[in-house]
């Protein structure tokens, strides 16, 4: 399954979310992650095609296959948690992906949490290349506000600059509610995903106006001029360049990870996923006072509605997820031949 191929008309196939997490993990095992790496890439790769978040569901398996074919990522790393003070966890991926390194930390970083009320992950020396809203996701369902952060390779132009320097650079942010599902948002600060810019290009669609510059630097909407030596734009100007460059500092200057301009693949051809830091901050709202936070998030809720808000950060997610489970993932059949014949290399 090449990322570059294009789309074409395929019938569709439904698909079970643990027989879809199944195959993923045989194929990560046959491509040189260890059980336990490809148990939790398996399980993100599936829940974001199963949430409709196509751009980090199956499409992102070649670009891990051929990373670990390249030998730039280590599939078998152990991360190394060490416990730094009473509000604050650092992990060394070990040069493997930052989801294994997490899910070390996870039980010790939400101890912290209730706690101190507050506690900080630092991951470093990692490669994170899914989709950030899943990182985020479960503390809520915990009843925990989780906020998180990761930088990437190279690909966008800071705003007033003429070459690019930060990566898209995702922010993603879960809260908990009262009579609902978590309040989730994973937001790129580009304006738009690198992965959503590459399934225009293999639709042979056009980008709106604003999203990125060709090798020239001048402005485009053709997504294949973006990816063949352009680069992306920042969301909102200067005021995305700015959260960019937070972004950053936070997930790169703090957790002693790679800015998203200090590593270099050209060694290792195939390499897709940079090799930066994460930072996580998670809180526990039952320190506050007054009334739960829980509450007083579905009061804001109810405060959107009121003033005509129909569609809340994550609903789509939530929506799709609810029919998936229902009737299955839905699949091309092409994809998922592709897929199964990963097993057969």
Same mark, same amino acid.
């Given at each position: ?32 992650? =260890?059980?336990?790496?490809? =148990? ?42 060490? *416990? ?41 020396? =990692? ?86 510059? *060709? ?44 800015? =998203? ?5 050209? *060694? ?78």
């Amino acid at each position: 399954m090449s990322a570059q191929s294009p789309i074409v008309d395929s019938p569709s196939v439904f698909i079970g979310f643990n027989d879809l997490v199944g195959l993923l993990h045989a194929i990560f095992v046959k491509h040189g992650t =260890s059980p336990e790496v490809a =148990s939790i890439l398996a399980r993100n790769c599936a829940s974001a095609e199963r949430d409709g978040a196509h751009s980090h569901g199956i499409f992102r398996i070649p670009g891990y296959l051929s990373t670990l074919a390249s030998g730039w990522v280590d599939g078998k790393a152990t991360p190394v948690v060490t *416990d730094v003070a009473s509000g604050f966890v650092r992990v060394d991926a070990c040069n493997g992906f930052a989801q294994p390194a997490l899910e070390a930390a996870r039980a010790l970083l939400v101890d912290k949490a209730r706690s101190a009320g507050i506690a900080l992950l630092a991951i470093h020396n =990692s490669h994170h290349f899914a989709a950030l809203w899943p990182d985020v996701e479960p503390f809520a369902e915990e009843g925990l506000v989780a906020l998180s952060v990761v930088n990437s390779m190279t690909c966008v132009v800071p705003h007033g600059a003429d070459r690019p320097l930060f990566g898209t650079n995702p922010i993603a942010f879960a809260a908990p509610r009262a009579d609902g599902l978590p309040i989730v948002f994973d937001l790129a600060t580009s304006a738009i995903a690198h992965g959503d810019v590459q399934i225009a290009a293999r639709k042979g669609e056009r980008l709106p106006p604003g999203m990125g510059v *060709d090798s020239l630097g001048q402005p485009t909407q053709d997504p294949k001029a973006i990816l063949e030596g352009g680069a992306l734009l920042p969301f909102g100007g200067h005021k995305g360049s700015a959260l960019s460059m937070m972004v950053e500092l936070l997930a790169a200057a703090l957790t002693g990870g790679n800015f =998203s301009f200090e590593f270099n693949w050209a *060694d290792h051809p195939g390499a897709r996923t940079p090799w930066t830091g994460q930072l996580l901050i998670v809180i526990d709202p039952s320190k506050t006072a007054g009334q739960s936070f829980a509450e007083r998030s579905q009061e804001l809720v109810r405060q959107m509605h009121a003033v005509g808000l129909r569609r809340l950060p994550g609903d789509r997610r939530h929506r799709t997820r609810a029919k998936s489970q229902q009737q299955g993932i839905e699949l091309q059949a092409q994809d998922l031949a592709q897929l199964q014949a990963l097993l057969e290399d």
